[in-house]
């Protein structure tokens, strides 16, 4: 139990274009995602938390604007890098909670822009 | 805040060795403890936590360990096999932080024949 997918797993986009990367907890209800951003060889850093049917909170330093997420159902949560540059290649990982502190995460999206 | 780091960024181990990893945490306050693995390419994977009203806890070749006096928390894996081999963070959920989580910055697990 607690599967977290996330779609695409990979994505190459030109610079300037938008991107979205879905994450959908697949049987549980998760009130709660996370976002994290990954660069090689370094850790998980979150950027912004998002609950069902609220706005998401950023992390200090994360551009809300640039991030836009959205929790519209208790299984889904979107993320969407708008015009995005080559500085946002990243591999980006979502989470859901389930009970109490477990975080269950996804398998993470890679996105390469050109 | 809470910053979280780890003592070594690599550890070698020959198969059957057991391996040891360690984390340091800064707020005392801290409550829940997480281990990960993360294959390359791949999600977090969850391992074993503990709460604070512990100092110990085994699962099945793993035990963490957490020592709240110096703030450290360990990884012990027993009979360290090739599919061990992986980035192990550690996690911490800050008082006052919601179900949020603060990982440390990994150490690479390489499992020697």
């Known amino acids: 139990g607690a599967v977290v997918s996330q779609h695409p797993s990979w994505v190459i986009c030109k610079s300037g274009t938008s991107v979205k990367i879905e994450c959908r907890s697949l049987d549980f209800q998760a009130t709660t995602m996370f976002w994290y951003r990954q660069f090689p060889k370094q850790s998980l850093m979150l950027m912004a938390t998002s609950n069902e049917g609220s706005k998401a909170t950023y992390e200090q330093g994360v551009e809300k604007d640039k991030f836009l997420i959205n929790h519209a159902s208790l299984t889904l949560s979107t993320l969407t890098v708008t015009s995005a540059h080559p500085e946002d290649s990243s591999f980006y990982i979502c989470?859901?909670?389930?009970?109490?502190?477990?975080?269950?995460f996804g398998p993470g999206t890679r996105l390469t822009v050109t | 805040g809470e910053s979280v780091g780890l003592h070594l960024p690599t550890l070698s181990v020959q198969e059957g060795d057991n391996s040891i990893i360690n984390c340091a945490y800064s707020n005392s306050a801290s409550d829940y403890f997480i281990w990960y693995k993360q294959e390359s390419g791949k999600g977090p994977q969850f391992i074993i936590d503990?709460?604070?009203?512990?100092d110990k806890r085994q699962g099945q070749r793993v035990t963490v360990l957490l020592n709240k006096t110096v703030k450290h928390l360990s990884l012990q894996i027993a009979a360290t096999q090739p599919g061990d081999s992986a980035v192990y963070f550690c996690a911490v959920s800050p008082p006052g932080g919601g179900n949020k989580l603060t990982f440390g910055t990994g150490t690479q697990l390489k499992v020697e024949l």
């Open positions: 503990i709460r604070s009203n512990m």
């Open positions: 989470s859901g909670n389930g009970r109490a502190y477990e975080q269950y």
